[in-house]
């Protein structure tokens, strides 16, 4: 990853450190940490060749009764988006004022829900576990008639190969419906027997993935110690063709909202970390490490577990339009979240964005907040509020482990709509100065009537660095730390140029 120019010892030399693509890394120490990764990385997206400033968000629904604790969408021949706030349900899928709830006196506003198609058309079904089971079909909210169980008792629910799928609160019971049914009679499997650590059902979640022999469809159990009990078939109410095919341990899944799909897998937020499901169907416990999403930053997940997991807010959403799997975290100042590139596995960590759940309107990602519902990853600004961003580069040791070096010079190399003004600092021996210097930046585009004619580059403008900045720093490794904040920009960091002056002497 590093460049480094070739030159008699002693005298200046210039590298190239590249944006840390490799995403945030809070898991190995400092000295150890290869490049590429990034020690921080806040509301910056790491990309294939550069580390992006996260957008923003705009107000798109106004007027809810108390915080949206849940966003759900119908989808068919078109889509609803409803936010539950307080104990109504209400149509957020215009923009502006909210009007009176479509369902109301409700108990909470905590749904689990799914769609689910049958010959009737396609239906949202949402349960919270303490209301009746509520339908929606496009046109009106319904209560379906489930026998066999107290639809108040069901919190959570999944679609499987025709059938919907549901968990009793509480229980080690799982409830299923005829197919093709969103009502009617429903019947139990006692998934007690299986967990052998105790505990009750939490969540109900279907994995598929593509063998030798074909595609292999499962019903994944998980129960709140963390026991997962996988079952493959087709009739629930035969042993014959539905049956255990394994028992497996993950760390014990925290919040109702466990569970995140990502393609045929399912992540689960445990206390250990994201476990992937189809990853411990091939490594035991033992190898916990490779099934585990959040591996790379296992230290900075396991504090926030220990300080936050009973609060309410943990959910991960998936947002393909932004290669992003995120994963909400509450914290003591509102909400953060941590954010994977689907694509490449590199994680950042996002503020700013105070969410109580998220949901997905078409190919868009909302959340909701305070009285609100808005729309994620719109415009520079945060609903008028700066977009602070920071990053602070692994540690490298500049072509020679052992050699002291004094870096005095540094550039950033940054690709703007306009002109940015960040602040930056190189740090040594891994130290923690804060970002102070501002460096100089020029816009390259073409001037209309004076630019030659398909030999300038057109469009906003590139920014990219005008001027060297002036550092200091005497140490063996070297990182650039950073920092911005803007309303007006986008901002995409491709690498930092620097140079500095080896020591003469042998290396220590």
Known sequence: MLR?????????????????????????ALADMKPGYAVALVNYFPRGNSVDLRRGFDVHATGLP????????????????????????YDVSSA???????VSGLTNARWQHTMFQTAGGNFLVACNGADAVRNYDGTTWTTPSITGVSGADLIDVTAWKSRLWFVEDGTSFAWYLPTNSIAGAASS?????????????RSIVSLSQDT????????????????????????????????MVGRYRIGAPIGQRCVIKIGGDAGVITEEGVQSLLAMLRFDRGAAARATITDIIRNAFNDVVREYRGDFGWQGITYPEGQWALFNVPVTAGTEQYVMNTASGAWCRFTGMDAACWGLYGDDLYFGSGTSVYLADSGYDDGGAAIEGQGKTAFDYLGSRGLLKRVTML?????SNGVPAPKIEVNVDY??????????FDTQAALWDVALWDGATWGSGTAVAKSWTAVSGLGRCAAVHWTTSTTTLSISVTA???LFEPSTGAAL
């Not at 120019?5 to 590249?18: M, W």
């Not at 502006?96 to 479509?102: E, T």
């Not at 130290?431 to 460096?439: G, I, L, M, S, Y």
């Open 189 to 201: 499997v006692n998934l007690g027997a299986q967990f052998r650590l105790g505990g009750t059902l």
């Open 4 to 28: 480094v120019s070739r030159q008699a010892a002693g005298t200046a030399r210039g590298a190239t450190i590249p944006a840390p693509t490799a995403g945030w890394n809070a898991r190995d």
């Open 496 to 498: 930092f140029d620097l």
């Open 96 to 102: 502006g004022a909210v009007g009176a709830a479509v």
């Open 66 to 89: 108390s915080t949206p604790e849940t966003l759900m969408e119908w989808s068919g021949a078109t889509r609803k988006l409803f936010a539950a706030a307080g104990s109504g349900i």
């Open 212 to 243: 030798a022999d074909g595609p292999d469809d499962y019903l994944a159990f998980v129960s709140s110690k963390g026991e997962v009990v996988i079952y493959e078939g087709t009739d629930p109410a035969s042993a014959n063709t539905f049956a």
């Open 431 to 440: 130290e923690d100065r804060v970002p102070t210097a501002t460096p100089t």
């Open 411 to 415: 550039r950033a190399i940054m690709v």
